[in-house]
T-cell receptor, first 113, second 116 residues
Framework: AQKITQTQPGMFVQEKEAVTLDCTYD???????LFWYKQPSSGEMIFLIYQGSYDEQNATEGRYSLNFQKARKSANLVISASQLGDSAMYFC??????????FGRGTSLIVHP | GAGVSQSPSNKVTEKGKDVELRCDPISGHTALYWYRQSLGQGLEFLIY????????KSGLPSDRFSAERTGGSVSTLTIQRTQQEDSAVYLCASSLEGGLLYYGYTFGSGTRLTVV
């Protein structure tokens, strides 16, 4: 069984500052992948970043980076230089041997000007 | 197509009626997933199709829910005798193959179902 925990229901950040969204996971799979998705108010789920369990380097995609700490089973998303358009719900997810990705409850991020 | 297409985008139905929601995945994607997202909640897994294999229906909340996938492409989620608690956004996602995690999952824009 897989589980994702996102403990921050809401986060606030000032424009141009960095913000970290927390995600911890649990899985019995040896090989798995961690994902972050963004869901703006329009509702679509936008893929942001992927980290494989065997990847030694932290994944980065533009202003997004994934702080992967395997021993602690954490996969935090770091957004650098926040923009107003980053205001959205953010979901952490895990995929693995069961082939069915499991999502967390999400974190609402609000970026203030 | 270029993305995952879902229709209708919005559906209002009366309690007790049946509804059908459609998902057209990305061409070539063999894996297809249905999720339900209630207001302010996370994504609840419903059903998973992989190629011609028997679907994983372990997430369907009741026998009022069913889904099929024809020709390994388009999928239809059917909810019979709808109840007010069925009101939610129904999201469909597809991926290149269920086990190829690197390619991720592409979501459609969802169908917002309101049962009145």
């Amino acid at each position: 069984a897989q589980k994702i925990t996102q403990t921050q229901p809401g986060m606030f950040v000032q424009e141009k500052e960095a913000v970290t969204l927390d995600c911890t996971y649990d899985t019995s799979d040896q090989s798995y992948g961690l994902f972050w998705y963004k869901q703006p108010s329009s509702g679509e789920m936008i893929f942001l970043i992927y980290q494989g369990s065997y990847d030694e380097q932290n994944a980065t995609e533009g202003r997004y980076s994934l702080n992967f700490q395997k021993a602690r089973k954490s996969a935090n998303l770091v957004i650098s230089a926040s923009q107003l358009g980053d205001s959205a719900m953010y979901f952490c997810a895990i995929g693995g041997g069961s082939y069915i990705p499991t999502f967390g409850r999400g974190t609402s991020l609000i970026v203030h000007p | 197509g270029a993305g995952v297409s879902q229709s209708p985008s919005n559906k209002v139905t009366e309690k007790g009626k049946d509804v059908e929601l459609r998902c057209d995945p990305i061409s070539g994607h063999t894996a297809l997933y249905w999720y339900r997202q209630s207001l302010g909640q996370g994504l609840e897994f419903l059903i998973y199709f992989q190629g011609n294999s028997a679907p994983d229906k372990s997430g369907l909340p009741s026998d009022r829910f069913s889904a099929e996938r024809t020709g390994g492409s388009v999928s239809t989620l059917t909810i019979q005798r709808t109840q007010q608690e069925d009101s939610a956004v129904y999201l469909c996602a597809s991926s290149l193959e269920g086990g190829l995690l690197y390619y991720g999952y592409t979501f459609g824009s969802g169908t917002r179902l309101t049962v009145v």
